[in-house]
C-alpha cells in the first residue's frame, strides 16, 4: 500500500494510492512531501524508483541494531533513520520497525504494519491547520505523537497493575489466582520493557536529527521538548519496573507460604508417626522374653499406645499453634 500526502496552504492532506493514484504516470503529477509504504510490491518500488531517483533497499526493514547501520547519510543526500514504534493491541504488544529516507524534501517511511502513530498525525494533520510545513516536520511530529502514544500505553500499564495490586493484597490468595496474577504481571513487564526500547530508540533518532544540523531554530526546539518528554517516560518506566518487582516478589510469597502450609502439615504427620513406628518396631522384633507377648490384652494395648502417640503430638502442636 502507497499513500502520498502533499501540502496544500500549509496544511497536510493526502489519501490512499489505491483512490487517487492508479498509473505511475499519476504518481508522477503529484508534488508530495511525504510517501508512506506499507508493505510495498516490487512495482510500487519502481515507480518511487522512477519519480523520484529513489531505490528502496530489499533489507531496509531488517533488525539491524548497529547504531551505523540505522542512522547514516548516503553521499547523494539521502538520510536514511531506522526506528521501532509500538503497538499496544488485543492481539499482542510488539515494536514494529520503519524505515525513513528524507531525500529532496520529500520524507519516504517503509514499514510492514499499519502503525498506530501514523494514523493520529494524520488525523491531526487534518485537524490542525499548518501543522506542517516540510518533510522534516512530519519526520517530528511522527516521534512527538510516538512518544505520546507510549505515554498512553504506560497509563493503562498503571491502571492495570492498580488491579493487580487489589488481587494481590487482599486477605488470601490461593496457587490458581497467584498463577493468574503472576501472568498479568508478566505481560505488564514485557509492554513495559517494549515501550523503554521504543522511547530509547525515539531518542537515539531525535539526537540523530539533532546533530545532523538538518533542523531549523524551531525544529531544533521542538526537538529539544521531545527529548524532555522522552526523559520523563524514562523515569516512569522504571517506577513500573520496580512496583512490577514488588508485585512480583509479593505473589511468590504468597506461593511460597501456601507451599509451606502443605509441607507443615506433612512435617506434623511424619513426627505424628514416628511414635507409633517404634512402638511397632520394638513388638515386632519378637524377643522370647518380652513380657507383653503372654498377655492377653498385650496387642490392644500396644494399638491403645499407638494412638495416644499419634493423638498426643497433634494436641500439643494445635496448642502451639502450629497448625493454622
Known sequence: MLNVFTLDNGRLKGGLFQE?????????????????????????????????????PEDIVDEDLEESARFYEEDNGELHIRSDFLIDDDESARNVRVAFILYNNVLFSVHNEDLPVFRLLRLRARRIPALIEDAKDVLLKLYDAD???????????????????????????NDTEAGEVLAAIAREEDLNGRIRRNVMDTRRAVSFMMRSRMLNAEQFEESRQILRDIDSLDSHTAFLFDKINFLMDATVGFININQNKIIKIFSVAS???????????????NFKHMPE????????????????????????????????
Open 271 to 285: 513426627v505424628a508417626l514416628l511414635p507409633p513406628t517404634l512402638i511397632a518396631s520394638i513388638y515386632g522384633m
Open 147 to 173: 512518544a505520546e502514544y507510549s505515554a498512553d500505553v504506560l497509563e493503562g500499564i498503571y491502571d492495570n497493575l492498580e488491579k493487580v495490586s487489589a488481587r494481590v493484597l487482599k486477605k488470601d490468595v
Open 20 to 56: 487517487e493514484i492508479e498509473t505511475a504516470e499519476d504518481l508522477a503529477l503529484s508534488r508530495p512531501i511525504w510517501v508512506d509504504l506499507e508493505s510495498p510490491t516490487q512495482e510500487e518500488k519502481g515507480w518511487i524508483r522512477d519519480r523520484f531517483g529513489l531505490t528502496i
Open 293 to 324: 507377648l503372654d498377655w492377653e490384652w498385650g496387642y490392644p494395648f500396644a494399638l491403645l499406645l499407638m494412638v495416644a502417640t499419634v493423638a498426643a503430638p497433634f494436641v500439643y502442636f494445635r496448642r502451639k499453634g502450629w497448625l493454622r
